[in-house]
């Protein structure tokens, strides 16, 4: 008998999100798809990264970064990310950005962003890095857009 835990793990609703962190070798960024508000007060989100990924040891390394929201027309935006191979000073896999106050890559593409600050790791036993992030700084640049869910994707992450 199979067990049906994968596929019940992929019933799970998942956005899709480019997370970018400043780095010593240069900005990275990286499409994620584990991202839940954590709390009201203060703002909090909970972020999962895979470690020894350059998205997760760059965040790790600066405790800050930001979390970009893609939009449900712009897969496009998320794919590019899947694999990173180029980047400029002032663009990462073709895509512009600025740098915020604090340092962290801001995507012109993006349809909303969150700067986050990490004030907590945890998940030591897992695959993944947890990072239990203060939102500091956000921005909407296309209100009223529906988020990239990835079950409306051919794509598969997780379960």
């Known amino acids: 008998m199979s067990d049906p835990t994968k596929d019940i793990l992929r019933l799970f609703t998942y956005g899709l999100y ?4 400043p780095s010593p070798e240069g900005p990275r960024a990286a499409t994620i798809s584990w991202v ?14 895979r470690k020894g990924t350059a998205i997760c040891e760059a965040v790790r390394a600066s405790r800050r970064f930001a979390l970009h929201v893609v939009g449900a027309d712009q897969p496009d935006f998320a ?3 899947f694999k990173v191979n180029q980047s400029g000073p002032d663009e990462i896999a073709g895509y512009h950005f600025t740098l915020s106050p604090n340092g962290a890559p801001i995507f012109d593409a993006a349809s909303a962003w969150l700067e986050c600050e990490v004030t907590e790791e945890a998940n030591q036993t897992g695959d993944h890095a947890i990072f239990i992030c ?5 921005s909407v640049h296309t209100p009223g857009v529906a988020a990239l869910a990835l079950r409306d ?3 598969h992450y997780g379960g």
């Open 153 to 155: 994707t051919p794509w």
């Open 36 to 49: 839940t508000q954590a709390s009201f007060e203060p703002r909090l989100v909970a972020v999962g990264m």
């Open 79 to 81: 794919k590019a990310f």
């Open 134 to 138: 203060r939102v500091t700084a956000s």
């Open 18 to 21: 480019v997370a970018a962190a």
